[in-house]
């Protein structure tokens, strides 16, 4: 039987692979992650929750489609998806090591996951070629600014559409509905978050998770590391006591590691939407377009079948809804 000590050497070797000995073959251009203590570690984090939540808007609201798609390929002139088209890729900003969402498969080497594949069909959609997309890897806290100055068209990665983050940018409607839990060491007794009180819990910087460990009530302590792969390393050698993020990225985790078990109910909501520049609103319509057809046409379900199935059938999309 592997102990955790094994375990977390081979984590090692795994985020080794996923993240540094397949980037330079790996037929796309994301660029290797920041470092641990690197500047993502000590940068600015991108609004999240910070404070009380902030219920000055419907997070879920976004901008109305505006008539029907145009045939892929054929972008309407003057159109922020005619600039995609002419640059000839999409460029999707994401993480690596989101088990499920978006990580590197060591073996292909490729970004992939749900997230990757909501992006891929916007690409399908304004090229009629999902492989149209440029993949940037970024950290959690680069994903507003990365949105803001340009550096990417689009944002999919496990991305909480709240009113702080609605300020700098827009998301598209709402593609998968989420929520917080924490993982522990399989032995624990702890029963929910209320249980952690005084103890180490990891998130990521920039993660509403982060923010929401520091709101529970028996105070619990929050430590930030750059990414959640970062997390699930620091717990496996006992650096910290847990983590808490997303139910979704918990589940990916947990597969990862037979040491580890996930607990409590969600205490909070985490939609997930697209995060796009609030100065093209354009392009933000033409995403919800596209989510709406494939919510309908069954795309969304095969989706979630491809990556999601192993938590059973698929559940109905979120709905859209509009401001
Ligand atoms: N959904 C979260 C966010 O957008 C990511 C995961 C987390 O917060 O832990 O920040």
Do not use: H
């Amino acid at each position: 039987m592997r102990t955790r000590a094994a375990l977390a050497a081979a984590a090692s070797v795994t985020l080794v692979m996923l993240g540094f000995g397949l980037a330079g073959c790996s037929g796309d251009s994301s660029p290797l992650p920041p470092k641990a203590g690197g500047p993502s570690a000590s940068a600015p984090v991108d609004a999240g929750a910070p404070g009380a939540v902030d219920t000055s808007c419907n997070p879920r609201a976004s901008l109305r489609p505006s008539g029907a798609l145009p045939a892929p390929g054929q972008m309407p002139a003057g159109s922020t998806m005619a600039v995609i088209q002419k640059r000839g890729r999409l460029i999707l900003g994401t993480s690596q090591d989101t088990l499920l969402f978006s990580s590197r498969n060591p073996f292909s080497g490729k970004v992939e996951g749900f997230d990757v594949d909501m992006a891929r069909q916007i690409a399908q959609a304004i090229f009629g070629d999902p492989d149209k997309i440029q993949i940037k890897v970024i950290g959690y806290d680069k994903r507003v600014s990365s949105v803001v100055d340009g550096s990417v068209d689009i944002v999919a990665d496990t991305m909480t559409a709240n009113c702080a983050r609605w300020k700098d940018v827009d998301f598209s409607t709402i593609y998968y509905n989420a929520g917080q839990k924490v993982l522990v060491n399989s032995t624990s007794d702890a029963k929910s978050i209320d249980d952690l009180g005084g103890k180490k819990v990891c998130a990521a910087s920039g993660s509403t998770s982060y923010d929401n460990i520091a709101k529970v009530p028996t105070k619990p302590i929050a430590v930030a590391k750059p990414a959640f792969g970062d997390c699930l390393v620091a717990f496996q050698q006992n650096q910290v006591d847990a983590i808490s993020t997303d139910d979704t990225i918990l589940a990916g985790m947990a597969a990862q590691d037979p040491y580890a078990k996930v607990i409590g109910p969600r205490f909070t909501d985490e939609p997930y939407g697209m995060a796009t520049s609030k100065k093209t609103p354009d392009f933000t319509r033409f995403v919800n377009a596209v989510l709406e057809k494939n919510k309908q046409n069954g795309t969304w379900a095969a989706t979630y079948k491809r990556w999601l199935g192993a938590f059973g059938a698929p559940p109905k999309p979120p709905k859209a809804e509009y401001q």
